[in-house]
């Protein structure tokens, strides 16, 4: 099984905080902070204007001129008939400060 550590990281990135940085790997274009590969459905947080922090799942399609979002549920369902709790994406830009949970 590969590790998501891929280089040994540096100040804030040791702390797994940081921006999304892009990078090119075997597998192709995929995102990475603090050093680690971001997968879809990983747990990231994203730092707001007021210094609290939103805890989601990070989302992306592969495609570069297309901005990385973290999904965060909401309150109610998508519908009455519905079991489905409601969600939104919002698109993480290029100097969004993230973090692994828990740091």
């Not at 989302?59 to 999904?71: D, F, H, K, S, T």
């Amino acid at each position: 099984m590969e590790s998501k550590l891929d280089v040994e990281p540096r100040g804030d990135e040791r702390r797994g905080r940081g921006h999304l940085e892009l990078r090119e790997d075997r597998d192709g274009l995929r995102y990475y902070l603090g050093g680690r590969r971001l997968e879809r459905g990983d747990e990231l947080e994203l730092m707001l204007g007021d210094g609290t922090w939103l805890r989601g799942s990070y989302e992306w399609r592969g495609v570069p001129v297309v901005w990385p979002a973290l999904r965060v549920d909401l309150a109610g369902r998508v519908s009455k008939s519905s079991e489905r709790k409601l969600s939104t994406a919002l698109p993480i830009p290029p100097g969004a400060i993230m973090r692994w949970p828990g740091l």
